[in-house]
C-alpha cells in the first residue's frame, strides 16, 4: 500500500488524489476525526468533487455522539483493501492520525471478553468525571501507562487505558505485550508531508479563514441545535470544541477563532514529533512546499520501483 502522512494542512488530500489517479487507486482516510457525519468543514474533508475524481473510504462512518477507536478502524480498513484489491485498485492511505496507521502496520492486540453492560456503564461513569481525577486514577492503577500518556492523551485514551484494567485486573501495557495481536500487520511504502514550521503556520491560519468562508460558525451551529455537546467524542475535534462557547454567547468569534488556531498549531506540533518518532523504518520524507503533481510523480516512481524489488 502507499500510505501519505503528515499534519494538518500539509497538502495531503490534494496529493493523495493525484497519486491514486495516477496508480489506479482508492483512497482510505487515516483521519479520526472524518469518521464523523455532519462534520465536513471543520475537518477538511475531501469535497463532492475531489470523491467522485477518486472513490474515498472512511468518511462519515457514525455520528458525533459515537466513539471510534483506532482498532475499529483497522477492522474497516482490512475489509476495505480487501475490496480494493479485489477490484484490482491500489489502496492509498491518507491522513494524519497515527495510531489509526500504526493499527494496520502494528495491530492491536485482540481484547479480552468483555461484559458490553458492565462496560458501557463503567465508560459512562469514567466520562463524567474530570479529567484530573482520571489522570490521579490511571497514576494508582497502571504508573507506567500514564507515564506513557504523559497527560497528552485526550479524554477517550484516558477512559479506555482505565476500563481494562477495573474489569480485567491487567492493565492495557500487559495486554499489548501478553495477548496475540488480531490480525497479521500490512506492509505499506509511508510518505511523510513535511513544512517548514512558519510555512505550516501559515497554511493553518488560511485554512482557517477558508473554512470560516465555507461556514464553520453554521456547521457547528447546526450541530449543537442537533442536540451535540462537548462531552460527545466528535465535538472535541479542533475546530469544533474551541467554536462551542461562541454558540453559547460566551465569546466573540474572533477570540473563538485565535482558539481554533492556536490549538490547530499545537496539534500540528504534536502531529509532527509522533511522525518523527513512532513511524516504521523506512518512512521517506516528502517537502510539501513543492508542487503536488512533483510529489505524485516522485511517490509513484518510488512505489514503482519498490514494487519491482
Not at 469514567?126 to 481525577?133: N, Q, R
Request: charge should be positive; charged fraction near 25%; glycine fraction near 10%.
Amino acid at each position: 500500500m502507499i500510505a501519505l502522512v503528515g499534519a494538518t494542512a500539509t497538502g495531503k488530500t490534494a496529493l493523495g488524489i493525484e497519486v491514486a489517479r495516477r496508480v489506479g487507486g482508492e483512497i482510505i482516510s487515516v483521519d479520526s476525526r472524518q469518521v464523523y457525519r455532519k462534520m465536513d468543514i471543520g475537518t477538511a474533508k475531501a469535497t463532492p468533487a475531489q470523491r467522485a475524481a477518486v472513490f474515498h473510504h472512511g468518511l462519515d462512518l457514525v455520528d458525533p455522539s459515537e466513539r471510534f477507536s483506532a482498532g475499529e478502524f483497522a477492522r474497516r480498513a482490512r475489509r476495505w483493501v480487501a475490496e480494493i484489491e479485489r477490484r484490482g485498485n491500489v489502496p492509498v492511505l491518507v491522513g494524519g492520525t497515527g495510531f489509526f496507521l500504526r493499527a494496520l502496520t502494528h495491530p492491536i492486540f485482540t481484547e479480552p471478553p468483555l461484559d458490553a453492560q458492565r462496560r458501557t456503564a463503567l465508560e459512562r461513569w469514567l466520562e463524567c468525571e474530570p479529567t484530573g481525577m482520571l489522570l490521579r486514577w490511571l497514576e494508582a492503577l497502571d504508573p507506567q501507562g500514564a507515564v506513557a500518556l504523559g497527560g497528552r492523551g485526550g479524554r477517550q485514551r484516558l477512559v479506555r487505558a482505565l476500563t481494562l484494567p477495573l474489569l480485567t485486573g491487567r492493565t492495557l501495557g500487559w495486554w499489548h505485550h501478553h495477548a496475540p495481536p488480531e490480525a497479521p500487520p500490512f506492509r505499506a511504502m509511508v510518505f511523510v508531508l513535511e513544512l517548514p514550521p512558519e510555512r505550516l503556520r501559515r497554511a493553518i491560519d488560511d485554512r482557517v479563514g477558508r473554512m470560516v468562508a465555507e461556514g464553520l460558525p453554521e456547521e457547528v451551529r447546526g450541530l449543537v441545535a442537533a442536540g451535540y455537546d462537548q462531552g460527545d467524542p466528535g465535538m472535541n475535534a479542533t475546530g469544533y470544541i474551541e467554536m462551542l462557547p461562541w454558540v453559547r454567547g460566551e465569546l466573540d468569534l474572533e477570540s473563538a477563532l485565535d482558539h481554533v488556531r492556536w490549538n490547530t498549531r499545537a496539534y500540528a506540533r504534536r502531529q509532527r514529533t509522533w511522525f518523527r518518532h513512532q513511524l516504521p523504518p523506512g518512512a521517506e520524507r516528502l517537502d510539501a512546499t513543492r508542487p503536488p503533481a512533483e510529489l505524485a510523480a516522485e511517490v509513484v516512481q518510488r512505489w514503482e520501483e519498490k514494487r519491482g524489488t
